[in-house]
């Protein structure tokens, strides 16, 4: 499983991972017509300036994460390759996992009464957001030729 390093200070706030990522998780997937679709799809991180710096609000993948135990409903799984997923087919909308995520990485898309976070792009072969940044801002923390090379 490919996971991402956001390295500050390289980024410009461009917020093109955001765009990328709206996109990929999207309906349609396509940049154009993602732009207009109902429910408007969101990005699953954040970047912003914080004390005058570059920051992203992400999904920490907590060891043990406190959105999963406030949700009542079982929604929220943590797989053995340590991501945390929230099952948008499962999620009421309480947003208990909201108020207790401690990053501020879960976002409410009121439209479809789901809670939303970064997914890691599940099911793809390389990630959105590390795919659209230009200034390396966002990196593979495993290179994906490496596990090419190794089979994987």
């Known amino acids: 499983m490919l996971k991402k390093k956001f390295i500050k200070e390289n980024c410009v706030t461009c917020k093109q991972c955001m765009f ?4 990929r998780h999207s309906v ?37 994460p406190k ?11 943590k797989y053995e390759d340590g991501n945390v997923v929230i099952d948008q087919k499962k999620c009421v909308g309480c947003w208990e996992c909201v108020e207790a995520c401690p ?7 009121t439209e479809m009464k789901v809670a939303i976070n970064c997914d890691d792009c ?9 795919e659209a940044c230009k200034t390396e801002a ?6 994906k030729e490496a596990l090419v090379t190794a089979g994987k």
């Open 28 to 64: 349609s997937k396509d940049v154009f017509t993602a732009i207009s679709e109902v429910p408007k799809s969101i990005p699953r991180l954040t970047v912003s300036i914080r004390k005058d710096k570059p920051h992203m609000t992400v999904c920490q993948n907590c060891a043990k």
């Open 67 to 77: 959105c999963r135990e406030a949700c009542q409903y079982g929604a929220i799984t």
């Open 20 to 23: 990328a990522c709206a996109v």
């Open 103 to 109: 990053f501020g990485a879960i976002s409410m898309q």
């Open 138 to 143: 966002l990196v593979y923390t495993v290179k």
């Open 122 to 130: 599940k099911g793809y072969d390389d990630m959105a957001c590390v």
